[in-house]
């Protein structure tokens, strides 16, 4: 249960985070053709879930409570592109970066799948 509330205490933070980030990158470059506000949040997200990875194998920085709150809570509400970041770096990492590659693939081909097959759904029910 405790897990369950970091996470979701985490998520929540995240996820208004997330919005503002957004926001105010649009605002800054005011460029409705291109969502630079996404852009941003999954390459600080990446950035922060890297940093504090690094810190979590060098020196055992954060308890499980802790990672559950800031990765999957917080990075989690913020961008799970942060999330699908590490993985891919960690699979790059083994002899066999193969598994990397074909991670790549597989999230940016079912997730554009996925979007194409939702909105073609929802366009034959209305």
Do not use: K
């Amino acid at each position: 249960m405790v897990g369950l509330l970091l996470v979701g205490t985490g998520g929540f933070v995240g996820s208004v985070a997330r919005y503002l980030v957004s926001v105010w990158v649009h605002g800054i470059l005011d460029s409705p053709w291109f969502p630079y506000g996404t852009l941003v949040v999954n390459a600080t997200g990446s950035f922060v879930i890297g940093f504090l990875a690094g810190l979590v194998e060098a020196r055992e920085l954060f308890s499980l409570q802790a990672r559950l709150f800031l990765f999957v809570g917080i990075l989690g509400g913020y961008t799970t592109f942060s999330s699908f970041a590490l993985e891919t770096f960690n699979l790059a990492r083994n002899p066999q970066a193969v598994w990397a590659v074909m991670n790549i693939a597989a999230q940016l081909l079912l997730g554009l799948m996925a979007v194409w097959l939702g909105h073609v759904l929802a366009r034959a029910v209305c």
